[in-house]
């Protein structure tokens, strides 16, 4: 039996807006953020791809990204990821493996000007034997700020439980990433710290919840009450 833990996190403002769905927030200009979404491929035996976009700051933009293989995409390394928005602004996707074709769909969210969010981004390297690691930030206002992580492996079974690892804010200066077990594998975990000022009129909640043994879904009850429209 085993227990599954999950980050969850809420932007409530941000990424609605960026979407144009929610109502304006005066105090910044949402409407210049744009929204770049495409598919792209990792080939048989390689094991990175790099794409272009339209992005010319990367402390301004994020990039949030999944993916599946086709038949002979099997092993932990061959089909986990990760995602990172590069200094030329391209994004580039890196897998541990390269056997079989890696489908990627990913979304950018790019909010130029300054006044809406920033993002810090970097790796943590967990070796075999290790259950987690940190790194060391620019100093972030916490209660405005939400972390996403993904992670390649040198995994060669189709377990990936000891390769996943959850990502969150240690303190205001430090991003920990942790994963279930200290396993065989070594893993890299790029992480993206966005923040957002608290002029932006944006709301954050992040916590970790826990799936129990056999359980499929979990509910969790929110700190503060958000609206859906």
């Not at 608290?198 to 009450?225: C, F």
Request: proline share 2%; with cysteine; hydrophobic share 40%.
């Amino acid at each position: 039996m085993t227990l599954l833990k999950l980050q969850y996190l809420l932007a409530i403002v941000a990424v609605l807006s960026a979407l144009g769905l929610a109502h304006p927030v005066a105090a910044a200009n949402w409407g210049n953020c744009s929204v770049e979404s495409s598919t792209t491929t990792i080939i048989y035996t390689a094991t990175t791809q790099i794409v272009p976009t339209t992005v010319t700051d990367i402390t301004q933009a994020f990039v949030i990204a999944s993916a599946t293989g086709d038949v002979d995409v099997r092993q932990t390394k061959d089909h986990l990821m990760t995602a990172e928005l590069l200094g030329t602004g391209n994004v580039e996707f890196t897998r541990g493996g390269n056997v079989g074709e890696l489908q990627i769909a990913y979304s950018i969210v790019y909010c130029p000007g300054g006044d809406k969010l920033t993002v810090q981004r970097g790796d943590i390297s967990l070796a075999a034997g290790v259950a987690s690691g940190t790194a060391v930030l620019t100093a972030v206002d916490t209660s405005y700020s939400l972390v996403t992580v993904t992670v390649s492996s040198d995994e060669t079974t189709t377990t990936d439980s000891s390769s996943l690892v959850t990502a969150a804010l240690q303190d205001a200066s430090t991003v920990v990433v942790q994963r279930a077990a200290a396993s065989t594998s070594n893993i890299t975990a790029h992480y993206q710290i966005i923040e957002f000022p608290g002029s932006a009129g944006v709301s954050v909640q992040t916590s970790e919840t826990t799936l129990s043994p056999y359980s499929a879904s979990t509910d969790v009850t929110l700190t503060t009450a958000v609206a859906t429209d």
